[in-house]
């Protein structure tokens, strides 16, 4: 029960993180994915239910389409692989101060 007048906070950020849905949330494990949909309850990036982003299924598309192409263009490295990301919450998730990467581009 949450009495009238309370504020609340929608934190998807905060979701993702949840140990208790995640394992070692605060690392970034590619592999999580391999072989696993997660539902749009535990990644709710789309919403969930009946108000569920109408453009979710072209963005995946998009976003798969697009990675692909970039990969098969250009290589990429992290110049400083031992030092990890520091975030910036904000109403898009960015990365403070950056992220230094070294891209090259494929020899075909």
Not at 26 to 54: H, M, N
Not at 88 to 95: A, D, L, N, S, W
């Amino acid at each position: 029960f949450i009495p009238a007048g309370t504020k609340i906070a929608y934190e998807v950020y905060a979701m993702g993180r949840d140990p208790a849905v995640w394992e070692k949330p605060d690392q970034v494990i590619p592999e999580r994915w391999f072989g696993k949909t997660p539902s749009q309850y535990e990644f709710p990036v789309f919403q969930a239910g009946p108000r569920i982003c109408l453009g979710k299924d072209l963005a995946i598309y998009e976003a798969k389409f697009a990675t692909v192409e970039i990969l098969k263009r250009f290589r990429f490295e992290v110049p400083e692989p031992t030092v990890g990301p520091k975030y910036k919450p904000g109403i898009t998730m960015t990365v403070k101060d950056g992220c230094k990467v070294l891209v090259t581009k494929r020899i075909p």
